[in-house]
């Protein structure tokens, strides 16, 4: 039998993940996933693999054969530092479940080498624009190397809290914060989503989704997650009050309904979490 193309493995790999996140509500996911090329962001192999179940069982590939990364695993971008490219499985869920419209603006914090760029471009379409923000100057510099086939990209080297690229229909965030950055929710248009990772001392939390209404903001869980800090928009104090919530969800969903900004009232029993600026209430 003649071995699959990298076309057809990408297919492949984009049809596991629709059953593995699983991918129920937007096919344009499973196609960007299957458009997008893995191996083009990752520079020359043998690579290193961690597997999103067992994060201890890192391997490095035999060799340099790009089909090693059409799988739902973890790349190490930068092993020293922990930084690696995220779970495809993971992310295929997530961008499932927010509205990403043909035309969309989108702001990326944390671009790492570009993939995920490339991944909401590609959702976006070809007059949608995606401001991908990246911290880390190396990984910045690999990212504009690496996106440049995808014109509708501009990628910045920065503090992803700061950078105000105008207002946008969603804002996509991919390290670990105790709080939303007051900017991200002034820069969403009416109905734009805020997705992002809220996690606590020990780098666990929880996946956050906003929807902008007017002047109020719905919100709700989308399961547990660990992620690389964010620069800028992490508390100690915050970090350790949402760890203490974590644990007492026993693996429950967390019971989240809305967020507020500024401090929550006194006394209030509608109070879930609260974090610089903001909170999250029951109701």
Known sequence: MAALSLAQLRRCYAEELRAAAPVRRHEAVVKAFATVPRDAFFGTGPWSIIPPKQMSARYVTPDADPRHLYHDVLIAIDAEKGINNGEPGLWARLLDQIEIKRGARILQVGAGTGYYSAILA???GPKGRVIAVEYEAALARAARRHL???RQIKVVQGDGTRHDPGKVDAVIVFAGATHPAPLWLTLLNDGGQLLMPLTGHNGWGIFLKVTRHGATYAAESLG??????CVGA???AAARRLQQRMTGLHGRAAPIKSLHCGKPPL???????AGPGFWLSRS
């Not at 547990?224 to 800090?229: A, D, E, V, Y």
């Not at 006394?267 to 979490?273: A, G, H, I, P, S």
């Open 267 to 273: 006394n209030t029993r509608d109070l879930w979490y």
């Open 122 to 124: 590609q959702l976006a």
């Open 148 to 150: 440049r086939p995808w």
């Open 234 to 236: 992490r508390d100690d």
């Open 224 to 229: 547990s997650c660990g992620f690389f800090p």
